[in-house]
Each structure stands twice: as C-alpha cells, then as structure tokens.
C-alpha cells in the first residue's frame, strides 16, 4: 500500500484522515516513517535512536483495536518523536550530555505517558545541545544535526533535533522543551511551527532540568491546528508537578478561530533593532502588514525593560542550572569516571560535561555564592518581576504581541565561537520565559533563501487567543508545509 498524497508533508490531521478512512495503516505509516528516517536521517542526525521495535508493536496494537472497532485516542496513529531529556520508561535519555550516556529511564514523563495514551506512536529520541544549553545543537555530546532547509546549517537549539525531525518530514509532531527560547528559535531557523505554552500548563514531571522555573515542554509541528492537537493531549494539571494548573476542557474547534478582524497586536520597538537581519526584519514587517489587512488593529507598544532580559535569565538560569545539575556526579547519578573513589568523584563531572555546560555550572555556583548571592541572583529575581509586571500592563491593551522570533538566520556550523555572541540568539525569546507567557513561532518568509520566525506572545494562559492569532496569520499568508528544502 503506498501512502496516500495527503501524507506529503507528513501531518497529524493528513495522517488521522488516512488512518480513519482506511487509506492506510498504522502499521504501514509508521514502517514508512521508519524507512524514512534510516535512509535519510544520516544526513541531518535529529535521531539519536529510534524505538523500531516498540513503534511497531504499538501500530498494530491500534490497528487492531480500530479493526475491531474499540475506542481510539486522539492521536491513534500519528507518528511523533521526543527530544532527549524526555524520560520514556526503560529507554536511554541522556539530555545530549555524555555523563548520562549510560542513564535509562526508571519512569516514564507525563506528557510522553499522555501522548502514548493518546495512540500516538513514538518513534524514537531527538539530539539536542548538551542539557539544553546552547542556540545550535553543536554542543550535543553524540552528534550535530543539520538544518534540513540547508545541511551546511545548524537548526537551531537547545531543540534542534525536534524541529529538524518535523521540517525534514519524519514525523508529524515532535516534543521540545523551551528554558529561553529552544522551541521557537529553532522552530524559526528550520520554517515550522513551534510553541511554548504558558508556565504552568504543561507537566514538567519526567523532563529532565536545567532551570525549573523557565523549563517548559513545548512542541513542533508544520501548522497551528496540529499544535493544539498535541496541546490537547499533553496539558492539563500533574500531581506530580505542583507547577501545573487546571485547565478548562475546550474542543479544539473553539481554539482554531481565524478570524483576525478587531484583533489586537502590539508592536515593540525594542524588538526592531537595526543590528537584526536585515530580511528577517523585512519579512516580520510584512507579515504585520497582512495582520492589519485582515482587519487586525496594529499598536505601536513600549516594552523598555526588555534590554534586562537577557542579562537577567543568564544570571538565573545558570543558578538555577548549577543547583539542578549538581546530582551529576558519576556516583550518585551518571555514569561513573574511572579510577578510585576520590579519583573519580573528582573527575567525573570534568570529563562528563562539555564546555558550555562547566561554563554556566561555575557561573551559576559563583552568582549563589556568599557575598554574590545578594547582588546578582537576588537582584534578577527583583527584575524578573518587574518585566513580568510590564507584560501583564501590556495586555491590558493589546491581545497580542508580535516580533520577530529571532535576530538572524540559520548559520553555519562553527560560524559563532563566542558564547555572548551565541547568547544574543535568545535576545527576542528569554522574555516570555521570564515572564512566564505564552509564545509561538510561525513561519512568515525568507531572508538569503532561509526560513524567517514571526513570533507571537499572549497573557498567561491565553493560548487560544495566541492560536488565532498564529493560525489567522498562516491562513491570510497562504502559508503552505513544506519539508526539506523544498
């Protein structure tokens, strides 16, 4: 049987109509998907590993209850992927980071259980920089992933894998996680679909940390509708995670509202600097522009706190991530170094953590330290809900915010060397973390041939309001999926 053309590119509601109506199987879709990935993944390396065995096992266990007319999950067949700090239950997760290489999960995260619960077929774990850190994936312990809009270009991070695996057409859905920015900047690079979800509306039990009050499970996928399908499933209050919130039960046709007519956007000039791409800005400006055809209202809004943005998470960030990082010591958590007791306590996080991962953990270590604690990380937490405070009077004008997603295009592997250099790439998206928002990327063009990311900011927890606004965009903009290079 070969799959039918409404599976090119691979999508979660093209692969639900193929499935429902008998054009193909689980079975065969995720076979194909397989194939798909061994054949080419070499040549982009968003896999890490994938799970052939289990993925089939579960396709013909669907198969078999669709056959006999038992009752399916939402997402009964669609093939998705999970980056690599998300646990699955008795696989590897080694969060990109070699002092993990030999870690399997002893449980099972909840938005991973709850997607499984939903039929979704996991097909395998996605690269990533080593524990989410980096804008590139070229700080991944195992392997670089290629930009499948351009192989001579990185993806973007920390979820590079994930957004490579959707625009390279692997699978219909990936989860990411997003700290400052790792879903929609490489949703951005790579011409899909990304978002990160309010704080708080998504379980954060079974991922694995790197600063627990930015961390967010997010997700890619090539269009808005698919998103909410996935967010559909995944969030919703976790005993497990005291962070996650209840949530109202709302169909997913309340959510896909397009209309753009009266809708609110506000316009920072803070995120309009000159030092940006030239074509990205060109391409975020008029996307605005069809915004206001359609009948949106455009707001030219003051964000000025925004310059302390980025100063401000890397300060809390690196806290946070040196506090949640400390139980890495090869004896009580990892892989263990060799030599004798001393010794290898000693060695164990010098040989098992990269460059990037020693440079945040000393400085997260030295900002709590005695006599620095006070004016750094206290003072940023003081800033933090400042910023916070500014978003929040924002909306209480506009619906939305709108600004490009990120200051460049994809770049070359090696072509940034300097960390602050490569921090600046979070310079339009640690803000939502910080204040907790939601956000999401969206395609809207190309700069020297490359995908552009508008991005779109909401209120805490008015994703749907964020949904119309993405979803609204694409539909006036024409906005077709695309795989590859195509």
Not at 59 to 84: E, F, H, M, N, S
Not at 120 to 125: D, Q, T, V, Y
Not at 227 to 250: A, H, N, W
Not at 471 to 482: Q, W
């Amino acid at each position: 049987m070969a799959l039918p053309p409404l599976l090119s590119p691979l999508t979660i509601q093209g692969a639900l109509t193929a499935l429902n109506s008998g054009q193909i199987t689980a079975e065969l879709l995720t076979e194909e998907c397989l194939k798909k990935i061994h054949e080419q993944d070499p040549n982009i390396g968003a896999f890490l590993e994938t799970f052939d065995d289990r993925a089939l096992t579960q396709a013909r266990a669907i198969d078999q209850a669709r056959l006999t007319g038992a009752p399916l999950g939402r997402l009964a067949g669609v093939p998705v992927a999970i980056k690599d700090n998300l646990l699955l239950k008795g696989e590897l997760a080694t969060a990109g980071c070699k002092i993990l290489k030999d870690h399997r999960a002893a449980y099972t995260a909840t938005v991973v259980a709850r997607l499984e619960a939903a039929g979704a077929i996991i097909l395998g774990r996605l690269n990533m920089d080593e524990c989410a850190m980096g804008s590139s994936t070229e700080t991944s312990a195992w392997q670089l992933t290629r930009n499948p809009r351009d192989t001579n270009r990185i993806p973007g991070g920390s979820s590079g894998g994930p957004a490579a695996a959707v625009a390279a057409g692997f699978v219909a859905a990936t989860l990411g996680t997003d700290t400052g920015g790792s879903v929609r900047q490489p949703a951005s690079l790579c011409g899909v679909v990304g978002l990160k979800p309010t704080y708080g509306r998504v379980s954060r039990y079974g991922m694995i940390a790197l600063a627990s009050s930015f961390d967010q499970v997010g997700v890619f996928a090539h269009t808005v509708e698919d998103v909410i399908r996935v967010m559909e499933v995944i969030e919703g209050q976790d005993d497990f995670d005291l962070t996650s919130q209840p949530l109202p039960d709302q169909p997913l046709a309340e959510l896909v509202n397009t209309d753009l007519a009266g809708l609110r956007i506000g316009v920072p000039a803070e995120y309009f600097t000159d030092t940006m791409d030239p074509g990205s800005k060109l391409a975020v400006e008029t996307a605005l522009e069809k915004f206001k055809t359609a009948g949106a209202i455009l707001v030219p809004i003051s964000l000025p706190l925004t310059k302390f943005a980025l100063p401000t998470y890397y300060i809390i960030q690196p806290a946070e991530a040196s506090s949640n990082l400390g139980r890495y010591d090869g004896l009580r958590y990892g892989t263990r170094a060799p030599g004798k007791l001393s010794e290898s306590y000693l060695t164990a996080r010098s040989i098992g953590f990269g460059r990037e991962v020693k440079r945040r953990i000393m400085l997260g270590a030295f900002i709590l330290s005695a006599g620095y604690y006070d004016a750094y990380y206290k003072k940023a937490l003081a800033v933090q809900a400042e910023l916070k405070q500014e978003f929040i009077n924002a909306f209480k004008t506009v619906d939305i915010i709108a600004s490009p997603t990120s200051p460049a295009v994809a770049w070359k592997f090696g072509e940034i060397q300097d960390p602050i250099t490569m921090y600046l790439s979070d310079i339009m998206t640690a803000p939502a973390n910080i204040a907790g928002i939601p956000a999401i990327s969206v395609p809207c063009g190309l700069s020297q041939g490359l995908p552009v990311g508008l991005q779109l900011q909401a209120n805490h927890f008015a994703e749907a309001t964020l949904y119309r606004a993405a979803a609204g965009y694409l539909k006036v903009a024409g906005y077709t999926p695309t795989i590859g290079n195509s």
